[in-house]
């Protein structure tokens, strides 16, 4: 009994059995549910976790094709390489598919720096090797960016029997990986820069994380957000730096376009300005998006369903969410900016990693599933790098039992909960609406992005009552505020 009371308490390591628990039920529960789900209600596990099989692109000849599929991220962004930097003889007039205005002179969405990958793709396919080769040599790298997290975990549970448990939770069986490499989208690179900037957030050396933060933001721009971390631990001047790195390296990478600076810049700028989507509609529940300006329509027509000045209020949210998408994005990014740096002194390590992460990866109008990568770099530090015969000795938010500010439960479980649901590839799916093209998601993924957000709003509340805390210790008379523990390396 004493053993049972160890695994499932508040004691040191926790938070981590807990974690581990978790995945482990996550897993168990996602083979009989994609059996049932795929064999005897005839949903397609491919569409529920990710997109449609059958997505198109293969007369590009970019990739010949596995089966029906040819991995339209991967192929798309392949092709709007080659027409942005003028890496082949191809006549996209004439020779399709290509959706973007082949007159134009830049049409990527992102910047010519994130288009790096597809860049050395494009020219090895060309110049070096087959379109079977070059695509496997990508989709390698690209699962071993992602396989990160769980690499680093295993890492440090080497000496133990259970050291591949992370590679197969965190890994080739999470629903993340999935759908990065069913899509071929190299928003997975992303993930070594999230893991770097997570571990050392606010440790020696000090250069570690800002840089991580720029080299994320890289990969994909609105990770720059990541920022806030810096912000939450007191460090304005690297956010500051951080910023303005990118910012100069990003405007800079337009003078290497064949069309020239200003040609290109201008292109950009307005596909970026004009982007109203790409796909889908905030008020439809598939494709799955896990948005913040999704899970505001979607928390809005909820509410509308209600009487009175409830109901009232659910439409006004839903219609301002969908006419100003990233409007949802910028109030909950600059409260929680407000709260973490004024309130900096007390800060949680974990929320000071959580926040940034979950706000950066669901800024975006429209973010498909591969997007929850972030919750791989939060399961990985939860599970921490130690292990002892009972199991994790802790993580990330774990603390001593003796320590009054460790995480509470309305932080510690929601945050496993939430973190497990974004990895187990759990394929419960919904009726699809007749009349819409394409089959719904996994209920799971309709879902999350909403529960994202309330690990964002729980963060802030905990913040807030560990500032209340604080202010009310530190009046005449009380016992000093302690925050040890939070910013510093467990040991």
Not at 135 to 145: E, K, M, S
Not at 309 to 337: C, E, K, N, Q, T
Not at 374 to 400: E, H, K, N, T, Y
Not at 456 to 469: E, K, M, N, P, T
Request: aromatic fraction near 10%.
């Amino acid at each position: 009994m004493t053993e049972l009371r160890s695994w499932v308490g508040a004691g040191e390591g926790g938070w981590a059995r807990r974690m581990l628990t978790l995945l482990f039920v996550g897993l168990l529960l996602a083979l009989p549910v994609g059996w049932v789900s795929s064999q005897y209600l005839g949903n397609e596990v491919n569409s529920a976790l990710s997109y449609n099989v059958q997505d198109g692109w293969c007369e590009a000849g970019v990739f010949p094709g596995l089966g029906k599929h040819c991995f339209g991220d991967y192929t798309q962004s392949s092709l709007v390489a080659e027409h942005d930097f003028h890496l082949s003889s191809r006549d996209f007039a004439k020779q399709g598919p290509y959706l973007s205005d082949p007159k134009s002179a830049y049409n990527s969405l992102y910047p010519p720096i994130s288009q790096l990958p597809h860049v050395v793709v494009t020219l090895t396919r060309e110049h070096l090797f087959s379109h079977e080769v070059t695509f496997y040599l990508y989709a390698t790298l690209l699962g071993l960016a992602m396989l990160l997290p769980a690499i680093w975990v295993a890492w440090g549970w080497r000496h133990s029997p259970f050291a591949l448990a992370p590679i197969l939770l965190l890994g080739i069986a999470s629903l993340p990986m999935f759908a990065a490499l069913d899509r071929g989208n190299s928003a997975g690179f992303v993930v070594p820069f999230l893991l770097a900037f997570a571990i050392f957030l606010g440790r020696e050396p000090p250069w570690v994380a800002p840089a991580a933060v720029v080299g994320a933001a890289m990969v994909r721009p609105q990770f720059i957000l990541l920022a806030l971390g810096l912000a939450a631990i007191g460090r304005l001047r690297q956010a500051a730096a951080a910023i303005a790195v990118f910012a100069v390296a990003t405007v800079a990478s337009f003078a290497l376009t064949p069309r020239g600076f200003s040609a290109s810049f201008s292109a950009w700028r307005e596909s970026v300005t004009g982007f109203k989507g790409g796909f889908g509609d905030l008020t439809w529940e598939m494709p799955a998006n896990i948005s913040v300006a999704r899970a505001t329509v979607a928390t809005g027509q909820w509410l509308s369903d209600q009487p009175s000045v409830i109901g009232s209020f659910g439409r006004w949210l839903a219609g301002a969410a969908v006419a100003h998408p990233l409007g949802p994005s910028l109030i909950l990014s600059a409260l929680a900016l407000m709260v973490l740096y004024l309130a900096r002194d007390v800060v949680p390590r974990s929320v000071a990693v959580v926040l940034p992460l979950v706000l950066a990866a669901t800024f975006p109008s429209v973010v498909p599933s591969y997007y929850l990568m972030f919750a791989l770099v939060i399961a990985a530090l939860m599970l921490g790098q130690g292990l002892s015969a009972r199991g994790p000795r802790g993580g990330m938010i774990d603390g001593s039992a003796a320590d009054p500010k460790r995480a509470p439960w309305y932080w510690g479980w929601p945050l496993a909960i939430v973190t497990c649901l974004s990895i187990a590839p759990l394929t419960f799916v919904g009726t699809t609406p007749p009349g819409l093209p394409i089959p719904r998601g996994s209920i799971v993924l309709e879902w999350i992005g909403r529960l994202w957000v309330l690990i964002v709003l729980l963060g802030l509340i905990w913040v807030l009552i560990r500032q209340h805390q604080s202010h009310r210790d530190d009046l005449p008379g009380a016992g000093t505020a302690s925050t040890s523990g939070d910013l510093t390396p467990a040991p």
